[in-house]
């Protein structure tokens, strides 16, 4: 039995019951966890008897709703959860493609954390890198069609297939980080206790990443709100206190997080809300503080 899992808040109405009527056909339940608060005047109902909506009435941060959900999912006696953000736009055939991918590295006997898809940027039309670290050097590879499937350190949680057994072996989602960064943690505690990510490249799904993107010099790059920036920001800092974090990917991010950062302040607008949210991020990262964001 599989359970999907989409996290959403304050979303696009059509767009998520869209999402939720593609992943009924291929999975048992699906079970939607809005972290919409409770005055927002949003209101998300669907007929389809496949479909449970759980207004929490809050922003509880994407770890925990994740959490709520694989606890509903093995309530029902879930093997597998599958998890969706609000802007996922997944195959007909996704789920099926992941379960292949995972059987195919199980029989080459690989220990699989989580399977995932190859994501498709839904404003540039690319396919998204995958991180591989070794030693000091960390290595972006991008997806060649070739085989079913190759392994990363980490998968974005969107469209990654997690049995519960694998869950119960690595553990949750970290609430603490609330969101930004849950995925990359869990992929290197995955790592950490002798699991594997694997990316199947047979799965396609097309994936809304950050908001409008900025153009310097010729190179697209991903932006967030000044709020999302804090929490990036502040969660790479926590990660890189971290053993277990891989020390390639300390160098990389710590180098590329100061160089968004830069960018990020003199060329985003509002600049001036850009550099105070980061350098807050920043802060409450050397100072320890979790959670969600706190003046």
Known sequence: MISAIIITYLPERERVL????????????????????????????????????HH????????????????????????????????????????????????????????????????????????????CTKALTLKLVTPDFKSAYFTADFIIASGSLISIEALDTIGLMENELFID??????????????????????ARMDHKIGDKPLILFGRQITTHSPIRHYYFFRN????????????GWKMNVSVKSLVQAIIFTFFLSPRYTHFKYITKGFLHGILGRTGPYER
């Open 181 to 202: 960064c849950v995925d990359i943690e869990w992929g290197y505690r995955a790592r950490a206790k002798g699991r594997v990510c694997v990316v199947a490249q047979a």
């Open 18 to 53: 869209s999402l939720a009527a593609c992943l009924a056909s291929q999975v048992d339940h699906v079970l939607i966890i809005d972290n919409s608060p409770a005055d927002s005047q949003f209101s998300l109902t669907s007929s389809l008897s496949e479909v449970v909506i």
């Open 236 to 247: 790479v800092v926590l990660l890189l206190k971290r053993k277990y974090m891989p020390v």
């Open 56 to 131: 929490l009435g809050r922003n509880v941060g994407i770890a925990q709703a994740q959490n709520i959900g694989i606890a509903k999912a093995k309530e029902w006696g879930s093997r597998d959860v599958i998890l969706f953000d609000q802007d996922s736009v997944p195959s007909p055939t996704l789920v099926q493609d992941l379960l292949d991918a995972r059987d195919i590295a199980t029989r080459d006997g690989l220990n699989v954390a989580a399977v995932g898809p190859v994501h498709f940027d839904l404003d540039s039309g690319s396919p998204s890198r995958f991180v």
